[in-house]
């Protein structure tokens, strides 16, 4: 792993669900994304399901996970 990246590691409850970082689409969970530090905003979103939405701060080689919990909503 590049020492001035981090690496986030990106799933979801259930899988297959769309990721955005700062808005652009960056693939389906489960995803490991490597990142420049910095601030991003997060989202995952999925078919009738509630999108999930977090901010986070990233440092040069830190390793964090993120699960998303998507509430089900016919």
Not at 14 to 25: F, L, S, T, V
Not at 45 to 73: C, D, H, M, P, Q
């Amino acid at each position: 792993m590049s020492p001035d990246l981090a690496v986030v590691k990106i799933s979801s409850e259930p899988e297959n669900a769309e990721i955005e970082i700062d808005g652009a689409y960056s693939g389906n969970t489960p995803r490991i994304k490597k990142l420049k530090p910095g601030e991003y905003k997060i989202k995952m979103s999925k078919k009738n399901y509630r999108s999930w939405e977090r901010k986070i701060k990233v440092e040069a080689g830190e390793e964090i996970s993120l699960n998303a919990e998507l509430e089900y909503r016919p």
